[in-house]
């Protein structure tokens, strides 16, 4: 069973996940497939939390070494395995997708080579009317950094900068994926330009934190 990195203190978690169980009940509609990912924007103590709460109660072998999908072995890959397979077993309901706010509800499948992650649901003809791109977890730096380069060469960026409200974290899937969604809100929220060589995911949740605002244009 896949452990993070340490160990949190049990009151701590029993005071982030009774936070958690506080959320709306909703569910995304039944004909809608849907995945929970984790925040490119969550820290790693968060996304080890979720791990390790996740893991005590499911089947995280998937994500364990040789497993179909323990590479790429990072964190934040890792939590969004075990994140989506908490927000299938409990139907999909947008609170079980939210994890102190380090989770997103993907509307792209963010499955990969044997590694499925697995939706209950149908396919909707439908976007909701907010949607924002992030990158996708466990996509490779060099691919990062290519779509930082290319988004940013066409959008403003400084927020991401030193000094920016957007610098931290101050990790390459964060920086992406506020440039991948600049980039993908100026052209009118397309899905063609919210692919970038199918390392970015389509989410419903706002990505946003702090004083970090990820736009949300609206489209005519």
């Not at 929970?36 to 089947?59: V, W």
């Not at 998937?62 to 989506?84: D, L, V, Y």
Request: overall charge negative; charged content about 10%.
């Amino acid at each position: 069973m896949a452990k993070p990195i340490g160990s949190t203190p049990i009151f701590s978690l029993f005071v982030m996940f009774s936070l958690l169980y506080s959320g709306s009940s909703q569910t995304i509609p039944n004909e809608r497939k849907t995945w929970c990912i984790a925040n490119p924007l969550a820290s790693n103590s968060a996304l080890a939390a979720n791990i390790e709460y996740i893991c005590s109660q499911l089947d995280c072998g998937s994500i364990n070494p040789k497993g179909p999908c323990f590479e790429p072995n990072s964190r934040m890959h890792h939590a969004s395995f075990a994140m989506n397979l908490y927000y299938q077993a409990n139907d999909r309901h947008l609170a079980d997708c939210n994890f102190i706010n380090s989770g997103l509800v993907s509307l792209i499948d963010p499955s990969y080579g044997n590694c499925s992650f697995h939706s209950g649901g149908g396919l909707a003809d439908e976007e909701p009317s907010e949607t924002w791109c992030v990158a996708k977890p466990g996509t490779s730096d060099e691919l990062l950094q290519l779509n930082i380069n290319f988004a940013c060469n066409l959008v403003d960026c400084n927020a991401t900068h030193s000094g920016g409200v957007c610098y931290y974290p101050a990790t390459l899937i964060n920086h992406a994926s506020y440039a991948m969604n600049l980039y993908y809100q100026i052209t009118g929220r397309k899905k063609s330009n919210c692919n970038f060589r199918e390392t970015s995911l389509i989410v419903s949740s706002d990505p946003s934190y702090g004083n970090c605002s990820y736009p949300c244009f609206t489209v005519q």
